[in-house]
């Protein structure tokens, strides 16, 4: 009988095309975040206000005298808006590290040796964000919809606000991917995942201060388009069609945020590379 | 075809025209036109000659500024990915992936070259067992020693069956016992298992070991090219010499009678001279230029002689 080789063997199995590698390391990283307690505090956290809006939504549909919290346009921005506070937290924690931690192993030559190009790379860094932040924010919203026709045991408010489909899931496109490549860039940035959280919080928080300054100052929110929150805010409103909280033109807005995901792209277009060229 | 046939001749696994690569003023490589042989071909130059560049230019990792590579039969600039699928890469620096033990590491570098998930867990373990690393296999890659992550990084490379392997200086760090046991690997994959190799080193023992052929390369240029035997030149005869006077005028007035000649650092001169010449043929020259000979002893042209031949002529 003979004896099983342990030695090297040449492998004549099946090959997957180029191509996917993306949704490898998308779902890598997805497995590896989600083994972490400490995230799943956090996601359950972040799902918190989804569970007290669908208490209301009950409430509201089951007892006439609770009209007062009856769903509105409103409601689903107000959602929104409150779960801003996660997809910052989610930001910070998942993402400070997608692109920093593999420069500081100096894992890109290893990536980028495989058969995958370098958009593929931060696609699949993108995907694990994009994944968690569309899970605490249109995944709920979705939901709460949902939730609203099945308690009230009709479509009438779907039917009426037909347009919070498209506008919940542009809106949550927009700050998700604005978020993620923000993230992804200063990641890129550092080998240290602390400090690449640390620019993201402080490019947030600082922008936020210095135009609520400005604002106490002058009195009018024409400063907006300095905070990077509140140019979402500003888009958010008139992508829901409610009033815009803030004097700066909506298209101002538009373009700072569009601006941030194309600088993004270009910093990680010229940070993700196999080779790091000093001159 | 008769068994007397002769082999059919593989072709190089890759060949480089006229490249050129430049980090700003720097040139890295300077019009390089070479060919790596199948089998296991060394790179040998001293830090700075450009070895390194040379393996990333054919992973595309930098585009050259001039001329055309080819590998596997596939035009790196316009088949990146063609040729990356094929290529396994043992990267010079420490590289892993961060946060994965040594299995998980390994199979997903395996998908990543485009293997399903279950034959690429199942060939990691068994390329850790054939680096060396069965019993740590369930350790974190990031608490490895820097020999075992030599060997991790063979094992990444490995992991997807690639035709042609790039190794980057594969020895760096190890104990004298891990460098042999992976310059035994190194052999048994290019000549039991058939897989092409480059040895990129600047260690000329470790492609003496391991190569049969070599590409000798100086401040970006290819100064010698061919099998390790010819380059040593068949029928050549090696002294060590050393003698009492002006070492470097003597050493000029060997050249000068056709011999080839270097300080080996240490005040000893090889000398390497042609098949009808020996130890009279210098005891002669020595006595016609009043230079006393202290000690001549006969050796074997060695890797080292073409090396310090090339690199000598180069900088002359």
Redesign the interface.
């Known amino acids: 009988m003979g004896i099983h080789d342990?030695?090297?063997?040449?492998?004549v199995?099946?090959?997957?095309?180029?191509g996917a590698?993306w949704s490898?390391?998308a779902w890598?990283g997805i497995r590896?975040l989600l083994a972490r307690r400490i995230f799943l505090v956090v996601l359950l956290f972040a799902w918190s206000q989804f569970v007290v809006r669908a208490v209301l939504l009950y409430l509201s549909a089951n007892f006439p005298s609770m009209e007062l919290i009856a769903p509105s346009v409103q409601t689903f921005r107000d959602f929104f808006d409150q779960q801003s506070f996660f997809v910052f937290v989610v930001t910070v924690y998942a993402g400070a590290g997608l692109i920093a931690?593999?420069r500081?192993?100096?894992?890109l030559?290893?990536?980028?040796?495989?058969?995958?190009?370098r958009a593929e790379y931060v696609a699949g860094k993108a995907g694990v964000l994009v994944a968690f932040l569309l899970l605490v924010t249109w995944v709920p919203a979705m939901l709460l919809l949902v939730l609203q026709a099945m308690f009230a045991g009709n479509l009438t408010f779907v039917r009426e606000n037909l347009f919070l489909l498209p506008a919940m899931t542009v809106f949550a496109m927009l700050e998700v991917l604005a978020a993620s490549f923000a993230m992804l860039a200063l990641s890129s940035l550092s080998t240290s995942a602390r400090f690449a959280g640390m620019l993201y919080a402080g490019a947030i928080l600082f922008t936020t201060a210095i135009f609520q300054t400005v604002r106490g100052v002058t009195g009018s929110s024409a400063a907006s388009w300095i905070s990077l929150s509140a140019n979402l805010a500003q888009v958010g409103d008139v992508i829901f069609g409610v009033a815009p909280r803030h004097d700066t033109p909506w298209g101002i807005s538009l373009l700072i945020v569009v601006g941030l995901i194309g600088a993004s792209l270009a910093v990680l277009g010229w940070r993700v590379?196999?080779?790091e060229?000093?001159? | 075809m008769t068994a007397a046939d002769p082999a059919p001749d593989p072709g190089p696994v890759a060949r480089l025209d006229e490249v050129t690569v430049t980090?700003?003023?720097?040139a890295a490589l300077r019009g390089v036109t070479a060919e790596f042989a199948a089998g296991a071909v060394g790179l040998l130059g001293p830090n700075g000659a450009g070895k390194s560049t040379l393996l990333?230019a054919l992973?595309?990792?930098?585009r050259p500024d001039a001329g055309t590579l080819r590998a596997l039969g596939f035009d790196v600039a316009r088949q990146p990915?063609?040729v990356?699928?094929r290529?396994?890469?043992m990267?010079e620096?420490?590289?892993?992936?961060?946060?994965l033990n040594a299995v998980s590491f390994v199979a997903?570098?395996g998908?990543?070259?485009?293997?399903?998930r279950a034959?690429a867990v199942q060939?990691a373990h068994?390329?850790l067992?054939?680096v060396g690393l069965g019993e740590e296999r369930y350790r974190l890659v990031?608490t490895y020693s820097t020999g075992m992550k030599q060997r991790i990084k063979l094992a990444?490379?490995?992991v997807?069956?690639p035709d042609l392997l790039c190794l980057d200086e594969p020895t760096n760090g190890m104990d004298p016992r891990g460098r042999d046991e992976m310059l035994a690997l190194v052999r048994?994959?290019a000549y039991r298992?058939?897989v092409n190799v480059i040895v990129s080193s600047h260690l000329l023992p470790d492609v003496e070991a391991t190569c049969e052929h070599v590409l000798v390369m100086h401040q970006g240029s290819l100064v010698a090219a061919g099998p390790i035997a010819e380059l040593k030149g068949p029928g050549r005869r090696a002294f060590e010499l050393r003698i009492k006077g002006d070492a470097i005028r003597f050493a000029e007035e060997l050249r000068e009678a056709g011999a080839d000649c270097h300080d080996d650092g240490t005040g000893v001169l090889r000398v390497l001279v042609g098949e009808n010449r020996g130890a009279r043929d210098l005891f002669a020259l020595a006595a016609t230029r009043g230079v006393q000979v202290r000690h001549l002893r006969p050796s074997v042209p060695t890797l080292e002689d073409v090396f310090a031949q090339a690199i000598g002529e180069t900088d002359a």
């Open positions: 342990q030695s090297y063997r040449r492998y199995g099946p090959r997957t095309e180029p590698a490898v390391i890598s590896a931690n593999d500081r192993a100096n894992a030559q290893i990536y980028l040796a495989k058969p995958l190009t590379r196999g080779v060229v000093v001159t | 980090y700003g003023r720097q990333k992973l595309g990792f930098v990915l063609a990356r699928a290529i396994g890469y990267p620096s420490d590289a892993h992936i961060p946060g997903y570098c998908q990543l070259a485009g293997l399903p034959p060939r068994e390329v067992q054939y990031d990444q490379a490995l997807h069956d048994d994959l298992k058939d």
